[in-house]
Nanobody, 123 residues
C-alpha cells in the first residue's frame, strides 16, 4: 500500500526558506516519478517540481533557481527545498507519485497523492 505524508509547511515572510518533506511507504523510487504540486486558493493545481526514476529533476519556470527537489532513498523521503520565497508561492503543497507517467511538472498525472501541507508567504 502506497502512503505519502507531507510535512514542513509553515507561515513565513517573503525571502525566507522552507523545506518540505514527504515520508513515503510502498514506493521504490527507481520505479516511480515523484513530484511536488501546489494549489493556491481559487486556482487550479499546478506542478512545481518532479524527479524521475533516474534522479533527474524538472521544475516549473516560476520556481527554477529557487526550489530544489531531492530524495533520500535510504529514508524513503522526498524533499523540496524552497528558497527566496514569494507571496505567490502560497498554497497547499502536495507530494505525489506516479508509475508509467510523463515525469514533468506540467503533466500532472500521478497515481498517488498525499494530503498536503500548507505554505503561507507574507509580504
Amino acid at each position: 500500500q502506497v502512503q505519502l505524508q507531507e510535512s514542513g509547511g509553515d507561515s513565513v515572510q517573503a525571502g525566507r526558506s522552507l523545506r518540505l518533506s514527504c515520508a513515503t511507504s510502498g514506493i521504490t523510487y527507481r520505479q516511480y516519478c515523484m513530484g511536488w504540486f501546489r494549489q493556491a486558493p481559487g486556482k487550479a493545481r499546478e506542478g512545481v517540481a518532479t524527479i524521475n526514476q533516474y534522479g533527474g529533476p524538472a521544475y516549473t519556470p516560476s520556481v527554477k533557481g529557487r526550489f530544489t527537489i531531492s530524495q533520500d532513498n535510504a529514508r524513503n523521503t522526498l524533499f523540496l527545498q524552497m528558497n527566496s520565497l514569494k507571496p505567490e508561492d502560497t498554497g497547499m503543497y502536495y507530494c505525489a507519485a506516479g508509475e508509467g507517467v510523463t515525469c514533468v511538472p506540467e503533466a500532472g498525472r500521478m497515481n498517488y497523492w498525499g494530503e498536503g501541507t500548507l505554505v503561507t508567504i507574507s509580504s
